[in-house]
């Protein structure tokens, strides 16, 4: 007779356990928006062709990485994204920049086990639009040109990202992110600024991208 009431005891408790939990999960935000704000460093990369030029290498400088995701949970642990941004970085030894603007989909992954800490991981894939802005003399024929403008190219990306958010309540976190991001070679037409005609190509291999920033979180 004990031992059938403590069973029941016991399956009374299992069961309001798990109504407390699927009703807490349930009333969860699924919702939210982030953004992020950091620094933006863009690897070294082989030139295909530099207007008349070919081959070499060029450098980057560091630049600026901005980021705005919205995305909805569908379990506590898993979410799908939409993620656009900004990055912008500076050509070593060329007064030219460039930007780079995604539009990918992720998926997330979140360990939601270390009490307000929550470390997650990611991937994604999508397109970005890669814009060359430039202002100089280049090399074209046997003289120099002066080319002045920009033109962009719409490329494939994929990116591999994680991090950890430190939730204030259970809406609002900040956290650091950091984001890898690849993409094919991106080319643009070079056009004469005295004459306005495309004189050439600049085209680089494969660019490979990385964001270090700090996050704002907010569940809706």
């Known amino acids: 007779m004990k031992r059938q009431t403590y069973a029941t005891l016991l399956t009374a408790v299992c069961l309001c356990g798990a ?12 919702w939210y928006a982030q953004a992020d704000l950091g620094v933006s460093l863009v690897n070294n990369t082989d030139i295909g062709q530099f207007v008349n030029a070919t081959g070499g290498e060029m450098k980057f400088d560091a ?7 919205a995305g909805y949970h569908f379990t506590p642990w898993l979410a799908a994204e939409f993620q656009t941004g900004y990055m912008l970085n500076g ?16 998926l997330t992954y979140e360990l939601r086990k270390c009490g307000k800490f929550v470390p997650f991981v990611g991937v994604g894939a999508g397109g970005l639009l890669s814009i060359l802005s430039i202002d100089d003399r ?21 990116q591999a990202f994680g991090g950890m958010r ?9 956290g650091f992110l950091y984001r890898f991001r690849g993409t094919g070679g991106p080319s643009w037409d070079v056009e004469d600024w ?6 050439g190509k600049i085209s680089f291999d494969d660019v490979f991208s990385h964001a270090f920033t700090v996050l704002f979180n907010f569940r809706l």
């Open 19 to 30: 109504l407390g939990t699927a009703s807490v999960n349930a009333a969860d935000p699924k």
């Open 63 to 69: 630049g600026f990485a901005s980021g705005l995701t």
């Open 91 to 106: 050509l070593e030894g060329v007064d030219a920049v460039l930007s780079q603007c995604p539009l990918m989909v992720n």
């Open 138 to 158: 280049v090399v074209a024929g046997e003289g120099t040109v002066r080319v002045d403008g920009s033109d962009a190219d719409l490329l494939f990306a994929y």
């Open 166 to 174: 430190y939730n204030f309540n259970d809406r609002m976190s900040v």
């Open 194 to 199: 005295f004459t306005g005609e495309t004189i």
